[in-house]
Each structure stands twice: as structure tokens, then as C-alpha cells.
């Protein structure tokens, strides 16, 4: 409670300059006067009464030129503290005043939109922001908003209009987001079984980023799914080519085509060769599966002994000693299996991806980091 006296300190100080400046203005004509209601608000602010408090220096604030920065100013404080119903309140009963000019409406419209969307009310939020687009008062920051909210609400098809009228108004390039809205339509439409719409969605998710992963992912495994494997495999390789740290997302997609055309040599080779140029330790696992498969668990071991010699891994350990425990003759693997449970607990805490912006960790990818909002910024952690 403390911080909130201090916090209304700057107002009752402007109330009573206001009020002192009203009384020593009407003197002259009407004598002295005293104000009990600034000092009945002052009684309230020692008693720790703030809400009456905030009624009655909110009152004597008469809105004018002079004191419509003084509410907004408070209001927009409250907000930032959490108090929004305080917030609310204040920026409401700044809009009801007769005699408002444009521009100190256009300003309280503002921030009352901010106090619904922090308090939730969406929609009432919409409005406001809405109606000061059309008014043509702040413009880019009412579209801004809009577009956080839209991306809240999962309203995809809004979020392009958006940020289509948006895209003038700012300097960065609003291309990346605007192939994640394409890409989220397209799983929509994925979803419902219509392809053609999709495909039609992914091709201008392309145009709008070329540079952009998931549409060409998706592209990947519209193809698979309709049994174009060959398309997909080339599609993944491109993406691997051009973004190697997405590899492990595709790895899956990649082994099903293979499997699909027979053809599980060709991905262990494309494999060994990507190791080649880069360490990767979803790729080294993968590899170690097909080898498993093909040549045999200890063919496996071999390898993942040699890989783990260069570069310690934490899963490629734990694979190791899953191999190790299935040999007949791996008295050695019994004594391992307590190290290995004991590895995989410190596993499943450690978060798998991290965001390369706020650094926000989860243990899935995010095309959209729920922490800082930015697209494309999740990664794989790599191990030591």
C-alpha cells in the first residue's frame, strides 16, 4: 500500500495547485473560500483509503488544456503498476467530459485500448483502435496494437490485412510475419483437406519471405503425404542446405520418404555427408538408428564411440549405453543403466529449444516465441 501513497502524491500535489489557483482567481470577486473536498482526499490518502482518494483528486482534476496530461499521465501509471481498473476508470471519465478537443480524445482513446487489452477485453480494445484508425489520430500505434491482438486471437486472416495497411507506416520489413500468417491459414486448410487452397497459401507465404523455413516444410510434407517423395526429398534438402540448424525438425520427414522409396542408403549417406561439414547431434542419432538397422548394434556402438571421442554429447551417451545394456555379454551395460537413468532425468529438465531474442526456453518449437512475440527465433539447443 505504501507505493500506491507515493504513487498518488503527484496528484493530490496538482489538485492542490489547481484548486489554489481557482480560489486565488476568484477572489477578487467572490471573497475567500476554503476546498474541503481536496482535503477530504488528502485524509483518505493518510488513512490508506486510495480508491476513495483517486474519486475525489480526480474530480477536483476539472478536465482542460492544463490538466488532460496530468489523467493521462496517471491513468497510464496505474496501468504499468497492474492497477488497471484504475486505469479504466480514469481514461473513461477523461472521454465523458463535454468540451474534449480531438487530439486529447484521440490520446485518451489510446490509452484506454491499452487498458483493455491489458485487462483482456479484446474486443472492446478492437474497437477503440479501430475507430482511431479511421479517424486517422495514431494510426501505427492503434494497427500495432491491433496486430497483437489479432496474433492473440489467432485471427490470421486480420493479422494480414493489418499489417498490409501497417507495412508503410514502419521501417522494418513485415515479410516474415506475414508468411508465418500465410503458413497458419495453409495448416487450416491442411487440416480441412483442402490442398489446392493450401498450396495457393504457401506460394505467397514464399513470395512474402523467401528466406522463411516453414512454408517450404510445409511444401515438404504436403508432397510427402500425397506421395510426391521425390518433390519432398528435394524440398528438405533445400532447407537443409540453406538453414542446417533446422535439420532435426526435417529428419523424420526425411526417413519416411527414404522408407517410402526404398531408398534408406541414400539417406545414410546424405547423413554421413552432412556430419561431414557440421556436428549435429539429432543427425549423429539418425545415422546411428540406420547403421543399427542395417549393420547391426555393435556397428552402432563403433560409431558412436568414434563420434563421442571428438564431441561429448549427453543423448549420444545415453545411446550408447541404451546399445551397450542390449549386448549378451555387457556385464559392463548393467552397471551402467543407473548412470543412464540418472542422465536422463537431467534430460528431460533440460529445455530442448531456446528463443535466439529473449532467450525464452521450452521443451517444443515455437514458430511464434510466447515470450517475446518474434517469429522464427526458436532454436535447438546444441549440447556441449
Known amino acids: 500500500m505504501t507505493y500506491l501513497l507515493w504513487l498518488l502524491l503527484p496528484v493530490a500535489a496538482a489538485s492542490g495547485w489547481w484548486t489554489a489557483r ?5 477572489r477578487a470577486g467572490k471573497g475567500s473560500h476554503t476546498t474541503p473536498a481536496y482535503f477530504r482526499g488528502l485524509n483518505y490518502l493518510l488513512n490508506e483509503e486510495p480508491d476513495k482518494a483517486i474519486d475525489v483528486f480526480v474530480q477536483l482534476l476539472e478536465v482542460d488544456s492544463e490538466t488532460v496530461e496530468t489523467h493521462l499521465a496517471l491513468g497510464s501509471l496505474f496501468r504499468r503498476r497492474g ?9 473513461q471519465n477523461l472521454i465523458a467530459r463535454p468540451g474534449l478537443d480531438e487530439e486529447n480524445r484521440a490520446n485518451a482513446l489510446l490509452e484506454l485500448g491499452k487498458d483493455y487489452m491489458r485487462a483482456g477485453l479484446y474486443d472492446r480494445a478492437e474497437n477503440l483502435f479501430r475507430e482511431l484508425e479511421e ?4 494510426v501505427r500505434k492503434a494497427l500495432e496494437n491491433l496486430l497483437v491482438i489479432y496474433q492473440q486471437e489467432k485471427d490470421w486472416e486480420s493479422c494480414l490485412e493489418v499489417s498490409e495497411a501497417l507495412q508503410p507506416l514502419v521501417k522494418e520489413p513485415l515479410g516474415q510475419s506475414r508468411a508465418h500468417y500465410y503458413c497458419e491459414l495453409a495448416e487450416q486448410a491442411m487440416a480441412r483437406n483442402d490442398r489446392e487452397t493450401a ?3 504457401l506460394e ?3 513470395v512474402a519471405d523467401p528466406q522463411s523455413i516453414r512454408p517450404r516444410h510445409l511444401q515438404a510434407r504436403m508432397a510427402r503425404e500425397t506421395g510426391d517423395c521425390q518433390a519432398a526429398i528435394a524440398l528438405l534438402h533445400r532447407i537443409a542446405d540453406s538453414h542446417p540448424h533446422y535439420i532435426s525438425e526435417i529428419l523424420e520427414d526425411l526417413r519416411r520418404c527414404h522408407a517410402v522409396r526404398g531408398d534408406l542408403g541414400g539417406l545414410r549417406s546424405y547423413l554421413e555427408n552432412f556430419l561431414r561439414e557440421r556436428f549435429d547431434v539429432d543427425v ?3 545415422l546411428a538408428d540406420l547403421i543399427e538397422q542395417q549393420d547391426g548394434e555393435r556397428a552402432a556402438m563403433r560409431f558412436l564411440t568414434a563420434r563421442l571421442e571428438n564431441r561429448p554429447a549427453i543423448r549420444g551417451l545415453l545411446r550408447l549405453m541404451e546399445l551397450n545394456a542390449t549386448l549378451p555379454d555387457a556385464t559392463a551395460g548393467r552397471i551402467l543403466v543407473g548412470l543412464k537413468d540418472h542422465l536422463a ?3 528431460a529438465e533440460r529445455p530442448a529449444y531456446q528463443c535466439t531474442h529473449c532467450g525464452y526456453a ?3 518449437l515455437y514458430w511464434q516465441c510466447p515470450s517475446c512475440r518474434h517469429w522464427s527465433t526458436f532454436r535447438r539447443r546444441q549440447e556441449p
Open 22 to 26: 481557482r480560489v486565488s482567481c476568484g
Open 83 to 91: 492497477e488497471v481498473e484504475r486505469a479504466i476508470r480514469i481514461h
Open 135 to 138: 479517424s486517422g489520430h495514431h
Open 199 to 201: 498450396a495457393e497459401l
Open 204 to 206: 505467397q507465404a514464399v
Open 284 to 286: 549423429m542419432l539418425a
Open 345 to 347: 532425468r537431467l534430460m
Open 362 to 364: 521450452a521443451s517444443s
